[in-house]
């Protein structure tokens, strides 16, 4: 696939050394056969007319896998790289026609080992209790469906957003629909996690408007309790991008007991305000919409007592970031 160039986008030649760890870690080697498709690719949720994912009128597009463990995660249905049936609760109406319409004969949540995710059960339930979270499509089906809002990115200035779980996890697929967007002159951005090799990261970063880095906890063995990872490959990728792509948007997820004190946030706006073109600061505070998708794959909910934090303690808190100089957004 031919490179293509991209206004935020410097020329790799100023890019530190790849951290092997990465490379064989977390990706290349783990990977599920058939995730290295470039034509096809697994795909949980389109949203459309979002305001929240980077400028203007945006499309998001959210792709399965993420080998990230943040038990706060509010796309849960992502971390799995493989489609997943769910039910929501309360829904069932007892009826019995999902074990009707099943070639296996089950009933009721579609945890069980037997079940082929063939999503009959879901088409044959009439209460919309069974959902399935994932399903195969091509690029070019995405792409009909992006460009279905196209005249909502003009006039305001959006674009489309690939999210995940980890969006590069997804690698091959990713690259093809951001050609495909960019040949189309549609804007793009990335949110990701920086869990990827450093390779696979900066060959995507030319092809993206905007880069959105989610970045967690500063301190690694913090980083490895809450999130499952070690931090180093991701902080040394923030640091690899910024001196290769100009549009960055660094978000932060303010979980009260486990990132939200002074200690970590100033080690943050430290280190963002030493890289260049980290063009604003999100911070976005923890919310409860999670608990009921966790319940609907048939997981235990990890914490039920945390409540998000205050207007006035998010202001607070991104002091700590405009005092740095920063533009900071609360949201985002």
């Given at each position: 696939m031919a490179e293509v160039s991209a206004p935020g986008h410097r020329g790799a030649s100023a890019v530190p050394g790849s951290d092997a760890s990465f490379r064989t870690g977390l990706f290349s080697s783990s990977l599920p056969r058939g995730y290295e498709m470039t034509d096809r690719g697994i795909v949980f949720n389109i949203q459309k007319y979002s305001i929240s994912d980077g400028p203007g009128i945006r499309t998001t597009l959210f792709l399965k896998g993420c080998p990230a463990r943040c038990w706060w995660c509010h796309n849960p249905e992502s971390k799995s790289p493989l489609p997943e049936m769910t039910q929501v609760e309360g829904r069932c109406l007892a009826?019995?026609?999902?074990?009707?319409?099943?070639?296996q004969g089950i009933a009721g949540c579609g945890a069980d080992a037997a079940c082929l995710l063939c999503n009959e059960c879901a088409e044959a339930c009439p209460s919309g209790a069974r959902r399935l979270a994932g399903r195969e499509m091509t690029v070019a089906e995405v792409l009909a469906a992006l460009l279905q809002d196209r005249i909502f990115y003009e006039e305001s200035g959006g674009g489309v957003t690939f999210s995940g779980g980890e969006p590069l996890f997804q690698f091959g697929f990713l690259k093809a629909l951001l050609v495909g967007c960019r040949e189309r002159g549609v804007r793009t951005a990335v949110d990701t996690g920086g869990f990827a090799p450093r390779e696979r990261l900066l060959e995507m970063a030319p092809l993206a408007d905007l880069i959105l880095y989610d970045l967690k906890l500063m301190d690694a063995e913090r980083h490895r309790t809450a999130v499952g990872l070690d931090n180093q490959g991701v902080?040394?990728?923030?640091?690899?991008?910024?001196?290769?792509?100009?549009?960055?948007?660094?978000?932060?997820p303010i979980i009260p007991g486990v990132n939200d004190d002074r200690a970590n946030l100033e080690a943050s706006a430290r280190l963002a305000a030493s890289l260049r073109d980290i063009r604003q600061v999100n911070l976005l505070p923890f919310h409860r919409t999670w608990h009921g998708k966790v319940r609907q794959l048939g997981r235990t909910v990890a914490d039920d007592t945390i409540?998000?934090?205050?207007?006035?303690?998010?202001?607070?808190l991104a002091s700590i970031f405009r005092h740095k100089g920063l533009i900071t957004i609360i949201g985002g």
């Open positions: 009826c019995n026609e999902c074990a009707l319409a099943c070639p902080l040394e990728n923030l640091a690899a991008l910024a001196t290769v792509h100009d549009n960055i948007w660094l978000r932060i409540a998000p934090p205050s207007h006035e303690r998010m202001e607070e």
